[in-house]
């Protein structure tokens, strides 16, 4: 039995794969240390051989120029795209550094096997946990067909606006820090409120000590709040989701 192949389907191909490679370096859940980068190859050509037959017509001519032009506009677009959904995730993570920040945990600096980056205790939990309920949930589905439609959106001939893009990172990037004291501001509060009560009960009672007891007190207490959110979270993986999603589909209009 003999395959024929088109030079065109296997140009498509190709340049679907280098999309989907730059995508998947960048966007969450898969641009993690923990995902080798044979897996995310491999996963990158899985993917672009489900949207192949119907970016066939749009192949660029078998010429070194301009396969050399397009799969450069194809790394744009999938690490534009990606990091825009990055940049929505990345809002757990914040809120991570916050907890560690207020709770007293920030001393305890490491290097996130993850992220490839120093990273504190509660902020390699909650990447951690980020990234385990984008799979446990249908948020990954949600993500990859939000991304799979930019293929009809910006065929293989077509350019990313980059002056689209700008325009929704830079609200992308507030509405971050938002999300990120929406998770972890009622957490903050509480904790304030116990600093100030440690104060306030060590001006009346100064023979308590209350300085030595803070620290263990306030890991306590923050252990406790961190658990009592758990219940939370996944309702807010996949609120983020329909958000990366709704930026995703705004950059491709």
């Known amino acids: 039995m003999n395959l024929t192949v088109s030079t065109a389907t296997l140009t498509a191909l190709l340049l679907c794969s280098v999309r989907m490679l730059a995508w998947v370096s960048v966007s969450p859940p898969f641009a993690t240390g923990g995902l080798p980068r044979v897996i995310k190859t491999a996963l990158a050509v899985a993917l672009a051989l489900a949207v192949t037959p119907m970016t066939t017509a749009h192949a660029p001519p078998t010429q070194v120029v301009p396969l050399f032009t397009s799969a450069i506009e194809q790394v744009i677009v999938g690490g534009g795209l ?10 757990v993570e914040s809120a991570g550094g916050l907890l560690d920040l207020f709770g007293g945990f920030s001393l305890a600096f490491a290097i996130d096997p993850l992220s490839q980056n120093n990273n504190s205790v509660f902020g390699r939990f909650y ?3 980020c990234t385990t309920l984008i799979f446990v949930t249908p948020a990954h589905l949600l993500i990859i067909a939000g991304f799979m439609r930019s293929f009809q959106s910006i065929p293989l001939d077509g350019q990313l606006s980059l002056g689209r893009l700008v325009d929704q990172l830079i609200p992308g990037l507030t509405s971050m820090f938002v999300a990120a004291l929406q998770i972890a501001g009622p957490l903050i509060v509480v904790l304030f409120l116990a600093d100030l009560s440690m104060g306030l009960l060590n001006r009346i009672a100064p023979q308590l000590n209350v300085f030595s007891l803070s620290f263990p007190l306030k890991i306590i207490l923050t252990l406790g709040l961190v658990g009592l959110g758990f219940a939370l979270l996944p309702s807010t993986i996949s609120h983020l989701a329909g ?4 930026m995703v589909g705004r950059v491709m209009i």
Do not use: E
């Open 127 to 129: 990447t951690l946990m």
């Open 243 to 246: 958000q990366a999603v709704s």
């Open 82 to 91: 990606g990091l825009s959904t990055r940049l929505v995730f990345s809002a």
